[in-house]
């Protein structure tokens, strides 16, 4: 969101803007390096602390508002095509996952990381991360919940086995497709 204030002016009895100059930063340097689109370096308590504050802001919110309902419909698909419709479990989460990818693709750009980057050059790497995240996630998952299911949980019913596979692999999507979106699919 932007101010309709000059970068260094606050309103009266405003904290001060994350943007403004810092009065301990060298000469020329301010915070505004902070809010670019390049994680700070993580080093000890304090690199952790940064990387966490760039990775928490308004775009998380927003991505996970508009990726809760996607998933939701994509987790509903996908169980209803895997267990109803006998569709195998991969084939109904591409097809879930194409499908939700439209409209994420559309509000994430437009609101989550408010994206002037080049509508050719976003799709294609958009595209691009939406099939790898799913691959490895799927990946991840196609051999760690077997493995769950052979020593944790033997005997669990096939429906509850399904949607353990399906919460598993749109958690891995969901962090790893975050990371993409905010690093490298949206970046002018």
Known sequence: MKSDFPQNAQPQG???????????????????????????????????????AFFWDRSLLIFLIIGGLN?????????????????PLFWSMVFMFATCSVPS???NRKYSFQSKAPLAQSILRFSTLVTVCFLVSYGLNYLVV????????????????????????????????????????FKE
Do not use: C, E, K
């Not at 998933?71 to 569709?87: D, E, K, P, Q």
């Not at 509850?160 to 919460?167: C, E, G």
């Open 14 to 52: 405003a904290p001060p803007s994350p943007v403004a100059a810092d009065a301990n930063a060298p000469t020329g340097q301010n915070n505004a390096a902070n809010q670019s689109n390049t994680p700070p370096p993580a080093t000890g308590t304090t690199g952790l602390r940064q990387l966490f």
């Open 71 to 87: 998933t939701i419909i994509s987790m509903a698909g996908s169980f209803a095509l895997n267990n109803y419709a006998h569709w």
């Open 105 to 107: 693709f559309y509000f």
């Open 146 to 185: 077997p493995w769950m299911y052979t020593h944790w949980f033997p005997g669990i019913h096939p429906l509850f086995y399904s949607a353990i596979r399906i919460v598993g692999i749109q958690a891995v999507f969901t962090i790893l497709n975050y990371m993409g979106q905010r690093l490298w699919a």
